[in-house]
């Protein structure tokens, strides 16, 4: 520290907070490159976020002081981000909703709900292709929560899988290409909060002159809204979710699956596979005694869905204040252009929060009156589904607090004068993904690497596009693009890290060893990888229609199976 100090010297007597980014220079990069390089060293993210943040506090308030008053400045400013942007009242709604949704899927998973949709899909199986699709099925249905994927999935498609002689990789691929790649898409889950609120923070930080090119006010930048619009680029997530179905329709497998599914037909379902017990959470285990009915989960999550849509119709038509706007609302009040505008309007953290809460409301009722708890013990569940998600929650205060700091020391600023005029248009996405997967494999963590990049890479694309002189239309559709690079290379490091939380509940999910896991899933993971760079990020980059891209890379994948792929049951 003694070092960083005599360095900034020269510069802390002509402090000026508008000007942090010019006295600082190289220096404003420290807070996210020190929550990177521990993130590498440590494993440990939210160590990591928060001695970034403690940086960049020290930094600031390095500025008007000397080197032993600044620690203890930046302690207190670290405990400042963190209390203001709890404070904040749509960061607080943020906050209430992803733990209200733990609650929603802590019940559901103690009624029996979920266990019994598993069960009801693993009847349906009758063959090898039909017990893995109704397993890529399941994994589909439990879209809120990627935890819940490997916990449930897991346990319940086991044994048809293996009654059909499919490998234990091949359950533990289709579970983890199920888990973060659905969670990460759905408009509802324990994601969708960080999600969105990652998205606002790095809006935030883009220089208040590029707006007049996005030709939008800054207080109408709906982040509900931007995520949606992202959907489409999430080509990792989209094309991992079809080669799934791809392999199990074609009935081919290349790589270490092919041999890992050839060994299965013999009987022989993993390689080094060791037992591991003890992964179900014995508190939210149905009790034995009830009996197991789909609608116990089927009805909160109706409830759940059915009412976010209403919240978010109501809630963004409350806040239009356009005459105009709404009477052309009111003339076709569901049609396309009014959901369109009531969707992009509406306070997206404060209504799932509502709808969230209705649904557990309903969850506890239904499970109390068919006599599967007591009142008492459904608060504990609920409370318990809370207790899981205080991860989530502490990731987001760091994140918060991170992307606060590198606001206030201007480190957007920098990089935007750094690169805006250097960097090519079109690999700027590209290179995005890629940074973000090295982050996230090395890391094991989807939450850290979004918490870390997100606030740089939205304030960058605006400056590279404002550069290039895109007009209003495509530089908004550019930012998105590189959001989507943030949100999908996120997600492929940590489909494919071996440290990841949801590789190692999918390998403990399926029993199968977690090395043969990773070294069967990786040459997918990486071709698919592949396949969303060459199909995907970089034809968008250079304006290609990105329904277009994704019908190529579907066409790909295919063909990719059909040439180096073998049919598994071939002799």
Not at 213 to 224: G, S, T, W
Not at 431 to 440: G, N
Not at 443 to 463: E, K, N, Q, R, V
Not at 464 to 483: A, K, P, Q, R, S
Request: hydrophobic share 50%.
């Amino acid at each position: 520290m003694r070092i960083l100090y005599f360095l900034l010297l020269p510069l802390v007597a002509f402090a000026d907070p508008q000007t942090n980014a010019e006295i600082f220079g190289v220096f404003t990069l420290l807070p996210p490159l020190v929550a990177i390089v521990l993130a590498f060293i440590t494993k440990d993210v939210i160590l990591s976020l928060f001695i970034g943040v403690f940086t960049g506090s020290f930094m600031l308030a390095l500025v008007d002081n000397n080197i032993y008053h600044a620690i203890i400045g930046g302690f207190t400013g670290l405990i400042s981000k963190a209390v203001s942007s709890m404070a904040n009242p749509s960061n607080a709604g943020i906050i209430l909703q992803v733990l209200t949704i733990g609650g929603v899927v802590a019940l559901i998973t103690k009624t029996g709900g979920t266990k019994a949709v598993a069960i009801w899909l693993a009847k349906k199986a009758k063959q090898a292709k039909s017990s893995q699709f109704a397993t890529w099925c399941m994994g589909c249905f439990v879209f809120f929560d990627d935890y819940a994927n490997s916990l449930i999935v897991g346990p319940i498609m086991r044994p048809v899988t293996d009654k059909f002689k499919i490998s234990r990789e091949k359950l533990a691929f289709i579970m983890d290409a199920t888990a973060a790649p659905i969670t990460g898409l759905a408009i509802i889950s324990t994601w969708i909060g960080l999600e969105i609120s990652l998205i606002r923070s790095g809006y935030d930080l883009i220089d208040p002159a590029i707006f007049t090119h996005l030709n939008i006010k800054h207080d109408e930048i709906n982040a509900f809204e931007i995520f949606v619009q992202t959907l489409p680029y999430r080509f990792y997530n989209l094309f991992m979710l079809v080669f799934v179905l791809l392999t199990i329709y074609m009935g081919r497998e290349f790589g270490p699956m092919l041999k890992a599914e050839r060994r299965a037909r013999e009987g022989l379902f993993s390689q080094g596979h060791e037992k591991i017990d003890n992964l179900e959470d014995k508190l939210l285990e149905p009790k034995e005694h009830i009996k197991l009915k789909a609608s116990n989960a089927i009805i909160p999550l109706l409830i759940l869905i059915v009412f976010s849509f209403i919240g978010f119709y109501f809630s963004g038509y409350n806040a239009i204040d356009d005459v105009v706007l709404k009477a052309q609302i009111d003339a076709n009040p569901l049609g396309f252009f009014a959901l369109r505008e009531t969707f992009g309007k509406a306070d997206a953290s404060v209504v799932l929060f509502q709808a969230a809460l209705l649904a557990s409301i309903v969850a506890i009722m239904m499970g109390v009156a068919r006599k599967i708890f007591t009142l008492k013990e459904a608060i504990v569940t609920w409370t318990h589904g809370w207790r899981t998600m205080i991860m989530t929650v502490v990731i987001l205060l760091c994140a918060w607090s991170l992307s606060a700091v590198i606001k206030d020391l201007g480190t957007s600023r920098y990089l935007v004068d750094l690169f805006s005029d250097k960097t090519p248009i079109y690999l700027l996405p590209t290179a995005i993904f890629i940074f973000a997967s090295i982050i996230s494999f090395s890391t094991g963590t989807s939450y850290g690497t979004m918490g870390i990049l997100m606030p740089l890479t939205i304030p960058l694309a605006a400056a590279v596009g404002v550069h290039h002189e895109l007009n209003d239309m495509n530089l908004h559709h550019y930012i998105i693009i590189n959001i989507s690079g943030v949100l999908t290379g996120a997600i492929f490091g940590d489909h494919c890290s071996p440290i990841s939380d949801t590789t190692i509940l999918s390998s403990m999910g399926s029993k199968c060893d977690l090395l043969a896991h990773v070294s069967t899933q990786m040459p997918y993971a990486l071709s698919v990888c592949a396949i969303s760079i060459f199909c995907g990020y970089l034809p968008v980059a250079f304006g290609f229609n990105v329904w277009l891209s994704l019908i190529f890379g579907v066409l790909v994948m295919a063909t990719l199976l059909f040439a180096i792929g073998k049919k598994v049951d071939a002799c």
